[in-house]
């Protein structure tokens, strides 16, 4: 039986690398967070009191008491949300091993390799597109990640010199995606959606702080004559768009047409 102590950091771990090497069962750490939340009355107002910081386990402890519950999202819906390799991830990234992985110009890392960010990391996009981890064969992990404690996978990344979190959500809303970033360059988040695979009519809502630059996208023919496609209320959408027509291999040209030089 797993002793009732007040949790730390090297305990959390220890218990992520128990699991992982399948010393202790899933029943087994459910019934321990259980008993920990109880004898210390680690229950406040909204949100669970353990003496822990995000850098010394915290959220990592939260997700040991959701070990047995199911995703919402259909594809993963036959097994264990948190994952084996998730153990080991956060065992990994409690210990603050270095994650460099590279693939289809997406350089993972971990949390404690982020760049100390010049302004707030906020949600800047939401789409609904609940395949594009696996789509794009991105690094991720699965947890509880936010104080709604609900089941969440997210990757993070640097693109173009940019540093990018992607959550998506498995229970809120499941199949929504969130990318959080500083990055306040609409033709980087625009290139990232294409990389991404992601259709611009699943595109929920973008942040007015990040685009909100109404653009038209037109067509150039083999004859020169120029026809307006469509008109839409940011550059992101009407770029991301261009560029799945272009991609597609038309002799068309296709161009976007600010309609506003504000902030571009």
Request: aromatic letters at 10%; a negative charge.
């Amino acid at each position: 039986m797993l002793e009732i102590i007040e949790p730390t950091k090297s305990k959390v771990i220890e218990i992520l690398e128990s699991l992982a090497s399948g010393s202790i069962s899933r029943n087994e750490v459910i019934a321990w967070q259980n008993r920990i939340l109880k004898e210390f009355d680690y229950y406040g107002p909204g949100t669970y009191t353990v003496p822990l910081t995000a850098n010394d386990g915290y959220w990592e402890f939260v997700t040991l008491g959701r070990l047995l519950d199911s995703s919402e999202i259909q594809s993963v819906s036959s097994e264990p949300f948190v994952r084996h390799e998730d153990f080991v991830e956060f065992s990994k990234s409690l210990k603050k091993e270095d994650l460099n992985r590279v693939e289809n110009q997406l350089s993972f890392f971990r949390f404690h390799q982020a760049k100390r960010p010049d302004s707030p990391v906020v949600p800047v996009i939401e789409f609904n597109d609940e395949n594009v981890f696996v789509r794009n064969s991105m690094h991720t992990t699965r947890g509880v990640m936010d104080n709604l404690y609900h089941l969440q996978e997210c990757s993070q990344f640097n693109f173009l010199g940019k540093d990018f979190l992607v959550f998506l959500e498995h229970e809120n809303q499941p199949g929504a995606v969130t990318i959080h970033c500083e990055c306040s360059d609409k033709e980087i988040v625009a290139s990232l959606l294409f990389l991404l695979g992601v259709d611009p009519e699943s595109i929920n809502w973008i942040s007015e702080s990040l685009d909100s630059e109404p653009c038209s996208l037109s067509r150039l023919d083999d004859n020169g004559n120029t026809f307006t496609m469509g008109q839409f209320n940011t550059y992101i959408e009407t770029e991301l768009l261009r560029q799945l027509y272009q991609s597609k291999g038309h002799k068309q040209t296709y161009a976007v047409v600010r309609t506003t030089q504000s902030d571009s």
